[in-house]
Structure formats: C-alpha cells, structure tokens
C-alpha cells in the first residue's frame, strides 16, 4: 500500500484510542453512508476478529456509528455517536462472529432506510487506514482516498465496451476497476478520479442498461 505523505504513516487527526480500532472503523462507517446515499434508518454490524473482541473497550462500535451518522474521524460527537443514534430514532445491532475472516480488523456492515438497502465489508488495516472489499456481494478493493463512482450494470461485452468509451471521452486522471458477476448477469465497473460533474453522472443515469449508480466523496 503506498502512503501519499507523513500523516498517512502517522495516522489522521482522531478520537482515540486506537487508530485501527477507532479511526479506521469510523472510515469504514462513513464509506457505508456514503454509499448508501441517504440517513440509515436500521444499521446491523458484523465484526471479526479483533474487531469482535474489543469492539466495546476500544471504542470500535462508537467509530463505526459515528461514521455512519456522518461523523469523521476528528468529530468529537463520536463519543456520544450511539445515544444519537438512539435519538434520531435510528436502530442498530453489533453481532459477533465466530467466523475466522481474511482480515481480524473486518465489519460488515448492512444499512436500510427509504427502501433502499446496501451491504458494505471493509477491514481497518492501520494508521486510519481502511480498505473496502465487498460492496453487495462484489468483490472490490477501495480506499476511498479518492471520489469513487459505483455503476452497476447489466453485464456483457457490448456493454461494457460503451461504458469505457464513454468515460474515456468524459473522465481526466482516471482509474476503471471492473468487477463482475457473469452468472447473475450483473457487473459493477468503479471509477475513481480527482473530480466528478455532476452533469456527467447525470448523463450515466440516462443510459437503460445501468441499474444504478453510487458515489462515495473521499475521506
């Protein structure tokens, strides 16, 4: 993994007391509302590992709420994030998994609210640091150190072909990742860049063989 300068190797300005335990895991709850796109009205995490272990003494479960009310890492309403919840009328559950997973940092995390619903997995890997590898049943690999941009859509070549075209004439300092499922007929291509127009996410709405599309700003 390359860090970009100092703060990253030292980690971000936070709420204590642990940057993996508490500022990663409140990256990972601020990427699950970005990605979900409106306020959560039931939240259902998972945790793993150390995550699983400590969550409660460590400050995890209070991280991962907070970033999922929209709270960074320096936001000191993380300390009080579950009885906001609580008063925004928000539920949430903490399930602790037996389960050895790829990483003892990991949550999952399930987030519903207007009709809407999104899975999202991430682990904390140190220094603040997250990286998100599963985002509704897709396997991914996103930092959200940049605006990432998620469009889902119905897979096959011709399809995929337009989609990067388009973003080859309308995208600058571009990425493409593309992760598919060919068996449900789905795919998921994720771009991340310095900037996005809104226009043009716009015009990528437009296009009958997208089903959707999510944004997730950087943090």
């Known amino acids: 993994m390359k860090f970009r300068s100092v703060f990253d190797i030292i980690g971000p300005i936070m709420i204590g007391p642990s940057s993996s335990h508490t500022a990663g895991a409140a990256r990972i709850g601020l990427f699950a509302r970005y990605f979900f796109g409106n306020e959560p009205q039931n939240i259902e995490i998972t945790l793993y590992g150390s995550f699983k272990d ?22 000191k309403r993380i300390r009080t994030s579950l009885e906001n919840a609580k008063k925004s009328g928000i539920t949430y559950k903490f399930i602790e998994s037996e389960i050895e997973h ?13 009709g809407d619903f999104v899975e999202v997995i991430g682990k904390s890997i140190g220094g603040g640091k997250m990286i998100i590898f599963e985002v509704q049943g897709f396997e991914v690999e996103v930092s ?4 990432t941009l998620f469009i889902f859509f119905d897979y096959n070549d011709n399809n ?34 310095s900037i996005f127009d809104n226009d043009y996410i716009q015009k990528l709405r437009k296009i009958d063989f997208i089903r959707n599309i999510r944004f997730c700003q950087n943090i």
């Open 54 to 75: 400590t969550y409660k003494g460590h400050g995890t479960d209070i991280a991962l709420i907070g970033g999922l009310l929209g709270y960074d890492t320096h936001d």
């Open 102 to 114: 790829i990483h003892p940092n990991t949550a999952k995390i399930v987030v519903e609210g207007n």
């Open 144 to 147: 959200a150190d940049f605006p």
């Open 160 to 193: 995929i072909n337009k989609l990067i075209k388009l973003l080859k004439e309308n995208s600058i300092n571009k990425t493409h990742k593309l992760s598919s499922s060919v068996i449900e007929g789905r795919g998921l291509l994720i771009v991340e860049q």
